[in-house]
């Protein structure tokens, strides 16, 4: 988990409400990413940002949004308009020199709406 | 379309014994392929990968994962199973140009005395 954070660990929403999940890197990755896990589901990418002021949707993207105003910080934000939104998510960071660099993840964030 | 599949939701073994996560693959072009393995309210750790060469890999905490091209397959093994290997374990593979990484639905992976 070095070198990425995700905040907080826990959060818990009442339906209707927006919530902004935090993802910090201090190793000077360009590229980061936004992953939800749900049981048997593996990960399913929400969006992904390669450079900074530049991001694009995943697989999943609806009723979410990102930004990625520093290189180092790729918020998530969950909207009201995503229907199920209790899941784990997590975050990762890739040097972006080559594409088969490795993805490092953070220890993840578990959201539960109320 | 491209995909990792990962064919058992649960493996068990006793300590001592080798281990095999089997992992297989449908991609275009050259296959890039990872594992990685996650504990409990954790995130992913990156065991290893394979992008070019020897079909056998070796990774962190003993593991390695045999590349075989004919058979699609990249299973991760380790020889002598501890009971603190017992976690989730994820195959992935490169899709999207590079850009993403397709994981298949992870595998439970229960090692006991």
């Known amino acids: 988990d070095g070198g990425i954070t995700q905040s907080p660990k826990y959060l818990f929403r009442k339906e209707g409400q927006n919530v902004t999940l935090s993802c910090e890197q201090n190793?000077?990755?360009?590229?980061m990413y936004w992953y939800r896990q749900d049981p048997g589901q593996g990960l399913r990418l929400i969006y992904y940002s390669q450079i900074v002021n530049d991001f694009q949707k995943g697989d999943i993207a609806e009723g979410y949004s990102v930004s990625r105003e520093k290189k180092e910080s790729f918020p998530l934000t969950v909207t009201s308009a995503q229907k199920n939104p209790t899941a784990f998510y997590l975050c990762?960071?890739?040097?972006?020199?080559?594409?088969?660099?490795?993805?490092?993840f953070g220890p993840g964030t578990r959201l539960t709406v109320l | 379309a491209q995909s990792v599949a990962q064919p058992e939701d649960q493996v068990n073994v006793a300590e001592g014994n080798p281990l095999t996560v089997k992992c297989t693959y449908s991609v275009s072009g050259n296959p890039y392929l990872f594992w990685y393995v996650q504990y409990p309210n954790r995130g992913l750790q990156f065991l290893l990968k394979?992008?070019?060469?020897?079909?056998l890999v070796k990774g962190s905490y003993g593991f390695e994962a045999e590349f075989n091209k004919s058979q699609t397959s990249f299973h991760l093994k380790k020889p002598s199973a501890l009971v603190s290997d017992s976690a989730l374990y994820f195959c992935?593979?490169?899709?999207?140009?590079?850009?993403?990484?397709?994981f298949g639905t992870g595998t439970q992976l229960k090692v006991e005395l």
């Open positions: 190793l000077n990755h360009d590229a």
């Open positions: 992935a593979g490169l899709t999207g140009g590079g850009n993403k990484l397709t």
């Open positions: 990762a960071s890739r040097v972006s020199g080559a594409s088969t660099d490795t993805q490092y």
């Open positions: 394979y992008i070019t060469g020897d079909n």
